[in-house]
C-alpha cells in the first residue's frame, strides 16, 4: 500500500512568485486536506477536498487555491507569496466523508518545505 | 469553534522515566481526539485515537491516552520512556462541520529524552 507522497519536498521562492505544490492520495482514499505548519506551531488547516470539489476552508486567502484530479490526487497553488508563507505543507488524506467521518485518520505525507526570500 | 491547548512547550524526561504530556481542548460537540507524534524532517505518524467507547486508549509504542470529558482532557502518558520517543508530539481534536471535517491542532510539545 503506498502511502501519502509529496513533491517537491524543498522550495525556494521569492516574493510576490507563484508556487505549485503535489500531493497523491493513499491508495483507496478519495479525501485530500491540506495543512500550513509554520515554524514552531501546530499544523493549520488550509482546505479539504473530496471528489474534485473544495470541501471545506480554513482561515486562509484567497491566494491558497487547490485541485484535486478524478485520481485523488491534489495540488496546493499559492499566489503572490509572502515571507509569511514560508512553512511546512502538509498534505493528508482520508478513506472518505460520510457520517461521522470526522474521526476517520487523516493519513499524512512528509510535506513540502517553502521557504520565501 | 475548536480549540486545543498543549501545556508545555518542551518536556523533557529521564530515560525510563514516566512521560505524561498534557492536552486539554475545548469542543461545543462530542470531539474525536487524536495524538500525532512528527520526528525532525517528517510529516506526522498517528499515535492513537478516541471516537467514543472507553476512555483509555492504547496506541503504538507503548502510548497511551485517557478522554476525561469533565476534565476536557486528553493527557499522553508512557510510563518508560526510550530515546526513540525524542520528537515532537501534537495533539488534535477533530468536529465534523458544514460536509467537511478538519484536524485543530495544539501548538505541540518537543519531548526530549536525557541519557
Known amino acids: 500500500e503506498t502511502g501519502v507522497t509529496q513533491s517537491p519536498t524543498h522550495l525556494i521562492k521569492t516574493r510576490g512568485q507563484q508556487v505549485t505544490l503535489r500531493c497523491s492520495s493513499q491508495?483507496?482514499?478519495?479525501?485530500v486536506s491540506w495543512y500550513q505548519q509554520a515554524l514552531g506551531q501546530g499544523p493549520q488547516f488550509i482546505f479539504q477536498?473530496?471528489?474534485?470539489?473544495?470541501?471545506g476552508r480554513g482561515n486562509f486567502p484567497p491566494r491558497f487555491s487547490g485541485l484535486q484530479f478524478p485520481n485523488y490526487s491534489s495540488e496546493l497553488n499559492v499566489n503572490a507569496l509572502e515571507l509569511d508563507d514560508s512553512a511546512l505543507y502538509l498534505c493528508?488524506?482520508?478513506?472518505?466523508?460520510?457520517?461521522?467521518?470526522?474521526?476517520?485518520?487523516?493519513?499524512f505525507g512528509a510535506g513540502t518545505r517553502l521557504s520565501v526570500l | 469553534a475548536q480549540s486545543v491547548t498543549q501545556l508545555g512547550s518542551h518536556v523533557s524526561v529521564s530515560e525510563g522515566a514516566l512521560v505524561l504530556l498534557r492536552c486539554n481542548y475545548s469542543?461545543?460537540?462530542?470531539?474525536?481526539l487524536f495524538w500525532y507524534v512528527q520526528y525532525p524532517n517528517q510529516g506526522l505518524q498517528l499515535l492513537l485515537k478516541?471516537?467514543?467507547?472507553?476512555?483509555l486508549v492504547k496506541g503504538i509504542n507503548g502510548f497511551e491516552a485517557e478522554f476525561k470529558k469533565s476534565e476536557t482532557s486528553f493527557h499522553l502518558t508512557k510510563p518508560s520512556a526510550h530515546m526513540s520517543d525524542a520528537a515532537e508530539y501534537f495533539c488534535?481534536?477533530?468536529?465534523?462541520?458544514?460536509?467537511?471535517?478538519?484536524?485543530?491542532f495544539g501548538k505541540g510539545t518537543k519531548l526530549s529524552v536525557i541519557p
Open positions: 469542543s461545543s460537540v462530542p470531539p474525536y
Open positions: 491508495s483507496g482514499h478519495n479525501t
Open positions: 493528508a488524506s482520508s478513506p472518505g466523508l460520510a457520517g461521522a467521518l470526522a474521526k476517520n485518520i487523516q493519513y
Open positions: 478516541y471516537t467514543t467507547g472507553a476512555t
Open positions: 488534535a481534536v477533530s468536529v465534523a462541520g458544514a460536509g467537511s471535517y478538519q484536524l485543530t
Open positions: 477536498y473530496y471528489r474534485e470539489e473544495e470541501n
